[in-house]
């Protein structure tokens, strides 16, 4: 599975971005997906995550209400929307599959990762 990253970029505080990640090659093995980020000096952490069988969909207590993650499985892709951007959301934000259940919370869940697409938000 390969997974591709795309619409980072540079906004101001209170702002809004869509990422989107696609996935192509074996697919129908996802069990689900996850957004995770980076800040510098920090370790990489959970933002988000869908399960593809029920839809169910998990946060992070720092973007919960703020930030959702949609999927849609005939084009392999699963967004994340993300509203009221604050200074402290700037990052490195790395979308990432799984192959079977586990704590979708945790980087040693997921299977593959995509590339990472830069988020920066000015205050």
């Known amino acids: 599975v390969q997974l591709q990253a795309s619409g980072g970029g540079l906004v101001q505080a209170g702002g809004s971005l869509r990422l989107s990640c696609v996935a192509s090659g074996r697919t129908f093995s996802t069990y689900g997906m996850g957004w995770f980020r980076q800040a510098p000096g920090k370790e990489r952490e959970f933002v988000a995550a869908l399960r593809w069988s029920s839809g169910i969909t998990y946060y992070a207590d720092s973007v919960k209400g703020r930030f959702t993650i949609s999927g849609d499985n005939a084009k392999n892709t699963v967004y994340l929307q993300m509203n009221s951007l604050k200074p402290e959301d700037t990052a490195v934000y790395y979308c990432?599959?799984?192959?079977?259940?586990?704590?979708?919370?945790?980087?040693?869940?997921?299977?593959?990762w995509g590339q990472g697409t830069l988020v920066t938000v000015s205050s």
């Open positions: 990432a599959a799984r192959a079977r259940a586990g704590v979708v919370s945790t980087t040693t869940s997921y299977d593959y």
